[in-house]
């Protein structure tokens, strides 16, 4: 099972840009599709986008298209979710997951990803 930590969050302006980081463990990183979640306080855990093994494919819920981009770098075992033209409903901790089936990318649900990270903050004020 991979090991995954996220970084880069923190607290930003509405409008502004934030690039989160998961640096996953072992030498099988490649193995994974990738995954960000989400989670505002009292609500679920939302799929925010997702990239297959390669990075050749993205997927991502209509409400983040065009504003989030993921992608990830096989050589440096690391998953990137760049957020621009932030809003205060973007507040939440997100999460990074991974799974070696691509189920998830699909379905976008949270219990299709066995591996998960501790999350990070990002917080948008208006």
């Known amino acids: 099972q991979v090991q995954l930590a996220e970084s880069g969050g923190g607290l930003v302006q509405a409008g502004g840009s934030l690039r989160l980081s998961c640096a996953a463990s072992?030498?099988?990183?490649?193995?994974?599709?990738m995954g960000w979640f989400r989670q505002a306080p009292g609500k679920e855990r939302d799929f925010v986008a997702g990239?297959?093994?390669?990075?050749?494919?993205?997927y991502y819920v209509d409400s983040q298209k065009g504003r989030f981009t993921i992608s990830r770098d096989n050589a440096k075992n690391t998953v990137y979710l760049q957020m621009t033209s932030l809003k205060p409903e973007d507040t939440a901790v997100y999460y990074c997951a991974a799974d070696r089936n691509d189920d998830g990318l699909r379905s976008h649900r949270a219990r299709d990803f066995r591996s998960w990270g501790q999350g990070t903050q990002v917080t948008v004020s208006s």
């Open positions: 072992g030498r099988t990183f490649s193995s994974y599709v």
């Open positions: 990239i297959s093994w390669g990075g050749g494919h993205t």
